[in-house]
């Protein structure tokens, strides 16, 4: 199984500021990488496919990058809507797919 | 745009089972693949498995095979997913979430959750 490994467990920014979000895989996934923001009571919104495509409807603030085992989200310009929990996931293998454990991003 | 409503919470003794419903609307029910996820508190979302309507067959995780089966109504438009042999450590929020078959790749539409609580 592949484990995703997110970083930093919390990150507390101010709105305006960019905010940067890692994720590493124990192994290559190539681009099968997804990104999620989940809201307190929500379900998780598809915010990033294939590494850095941006899912329909997602404002452009919201980037992705990298290939391989090393992902970075990258949130340039934060809105106080994007204040959450955000997650990576893999389908390397779409029998296999995994989630990283998630980076809470709060209000500094 | 797929709408995908679940069935509500419920309470549940150890060893019992639980069934939990996925109704799609707004879209082609057979252009998605369904699969569910799984929420403990403080854990991280774990894949359960995958049903494609179109065809019908289930895959699993390797941790959920015995354990959960999934199925598909086309004519209702509604996935299930049954749990068996539940434990505390079952307790957890459950989504259904669409993939498009060829769109992209990622959980486009989620289901609201469901509330499963295993309690003596």
């Known amino acids: 199984e592949i484990v995703l490994t997110q970083s930093p467990a919390t990150l507390s920014l101010s709105p305006g500021e960019r905010a940067t979000l890692s994720c590493r895989a124990s192994q290559s996934v190539r681009s099968s990488l997804a990104w999620y923001q989940q809201k307190p009571g929500q379900a998780p919104r598809l915010l990033i496919y294939?590494?850095?495509k941006r899912a329909p409807g997602i404002p452009a603030r919201f980037s992705g990058s990298g290939s391989g085992t090393d992902f970075t989200l990258t949130i340039s310009r934060l809105e106080p809507e994007d204040f959450a929990v955000y997650f990576c996931?893999?389908?390397?293998?779409?029998?296999?797919?995994?989630f990283g454990q998630g980076t809470r991003l709060d209000i500094k | 745009q797929v709408q995908l409503v679940q069935s509500g919470a419920s309470v549940k003794k150890p060893g019992s089972a639980v069934k939990v419903s996925c109704k799609a609307s707004?879209?082609?029910?057979?252009?998605?693949?369904i699969n569910w996820v799984r929420q403990a508190p403080g854990q991280r979302l774990e894949w359960m498995g995958v049903i494609m309507p179109i065809f019908g067959a289930a895959n699993y995780a390797p941790k959920f095979q015995g354990k959960v089966t999934i199925t598909a109504d086309k004519s209702t438009s509604t996935a299930y997913m049954d749990l068996s042999s539940l434990g505390s450590e079952d307790t957890a929020v459950y989504y259904c979430?669409?993939?498009?078959?060829?769109?992209?790749?990622?959980?486009?539409?989620w289901g609201q959750g469901t509330q499963v609580t295993v309690s003596s």
């Open positions: 707004g879209g082609s029910f057979i252009s998605y693949a």
């Open positions: 996931q893999q389908r390397n293998n779409w029998l296999s797919i995994t």
């Open positions: 979430a669409a993939a498009a078959v060829a769109g992209t790749g990622g959980f486009d539409f």
């Open positions: 294939d590494a850095s």
